[in-house]
């Protein structure tokens, strides 16, 4: 008895551990595979042996490990920004998907009413992967992906398989680079997009697959990618990628994705 009245332990200290539990999972999950896994390491170590020495009341060294971490604050926000800017869009992006509330009030847009041309798309790239023709296909949902294309053509035009296969022939201006597809149209051509700095990335994936990795742990927008050099098609959504697709898994995918029923 007395060591439980020591403890003290609450039901709100086991939801407290729960959820800062979770909070640290959906975080490592982030970082997990890129360089900011070892710095989210050796934090989380200074932070637990600065707990274990004030439980030791000593002093000197507690004073010197608080100022440090005083400080690591605001060099976590600097050296974990991408993972941070990834982690408010993940809990941004489900926390409101449900909320037509809050989609009216921020102006969210809702992808339902993207009317997307699922056939034009995977017709195009089945046809592309047969002439192993390069591409790299963005299809966006609810982000507006302005902040992460640093450069590109504005197009604003309907689109339809043999349009995307003119756009990445190999003799077009435009092929070097990403095509940006909201809904029915065509955005923008040759996008220059950030890639992901994941360590374990496939070393047989090439730098398309790098951009589509990229924008999709940016944002909540989906990746289609041809392989130049094999001609596999492969589908890229929030930070993970699916190789190796056909006409029809890629179509069902899609189809799924967008809420759209294909013959």
């Not at 490990?65 to 600097?78: C, K, R, S, T």
Request: a positive charge.
């Amino acid at each position: 008895m007395t060591i439980i009245s020591f403890i003290n332990f609450r039901w709100l200290d086991l939801i407290d551990i729960i959820l800062v539990a979770l909070l640290m999972f959906q975080f490592y999950n982030i970082v997990k595979g890129t360089a900011a896994i070892r710095i989210f390491i050796g934090i989380l170590v200074i932070y637990i042996f600065w707990k274990i020495v004030a439980v030791l009341k000593m002093e000197l060294l507690k004073e010197i490990l608080g100022q440090f971490i005083g400080v690591g604050v605001l060099a976590i926000i600097i050296v974990f920004q991408q993972e941070i800017r990834k982690f408010l869009i993940l809990i941004g992006t489900t926390g409101v998907k449900e909320m037509p509330v809050f989609r009216k009030i921020f102006n969210i847009r809702n992808q339902a009413n993207f009317n997307v041309n699922i056939s034009s798309i995977s017709k195009a790239c089945r046809n592309m992967a047969g002439t192993k023709t390069g591409a790299l296909i963005i299809l966006t949902k609810t982000s507006d992906l302005q902040f992460h294309i640093t450069s590109g053509e504005l197009m604003e035009c309907f689109y339809s398989s043999r349009i995307i296969e003119s756009i990445f022939f190999k003799n077009n201006p435009l092929h070097d680079g990403a095509v940006l597809i909201e809904g029915d149209k065509i955005k923008m051509a040759r996008c220059v997009l950030p890639v992901t700095e994941k360590e374990d990335f496939p070393s047989r994936l090439g730098m398309r697959h790098r951009a589509a990795l990229g924008i999709t742990e940016r944002s909540d927008a989906i990746a289609v990618v041809v392989s130049e050099q094999t001609g596999e098609i492969a589908f890229a959504k929030g930070g993970q990628i699916n190789t190796r697709l056909n006409y029809e898994e890629l179509r069902t995918i899609l189809a799924e994705e967008f809420n759209v029923k294909v013959p």
